[in-house]
Nanobody, 123 residues
Framework: QVQVVESGGGLVQAGGSLRLSCAAS????????MGWFRQAPGKEREFVAT????????YYADSVKGRFTISRDNAKNTVYLRMNSLKPEDTAVYYC????????????????WGQGTQVTVSS
């Protein structure tokens, strides 16, 4: 069993930055690929970024590529999402998830989910 807890959300102006954190319990953390997803009001949950257990490989949605960076610190059992050049369309609840398999953009492949953290970008 893995528990996942996100933090770091908030209100930011367009063009600003935020860093989300995701702390995961359970061992070994490095055996899980981790992903970030988001869900805006009235929309389906969508993939944002994912990272392998070692942190060596990352994948991004086209909408965030070049602006967001996913990283992890396995010693701290934490994965991060650095978000730069934020846009109003980035407003959503951001979820962190753990996958016992490899990195994937498919939400259904993830085994454990956090409760989410709200990110609001004002214009």
């Amino acid at each position: 069993q893995v528990q996942v807890v996100e933090s770091g959300g908030g209100l930011v102006q367009a063009g600003g930055s935020l860093r989300l954190s995701c702390a995961a319990s359970g061992r070994p953390f490095s055996s899980y690929a981790m992903g970030w997803f988001r869900q805006a009001p009235g929309k389906e949950r969508e993939f944002v970024a994912t990272i392998t257990g070692s942190g060596g490989i990352t994948y991004y949605a086209d909408s965030v590529k070049g602006r967001f960076t996913i990283s992890r610190d396995n010693a701290k059992n934490t994965v991060y999402l650095r978000m730069n050049s934020l846009k109003p369309e980035d407003t959503a609840v951001y979820y962190c998830a753990a996958n016992r398999g490899g990195p994937t953009a498919l939400a259904g492949e993830y085994d454990y989910w956090g409760q989410g953290t709200q990110v609001t970008v004002s214009s």
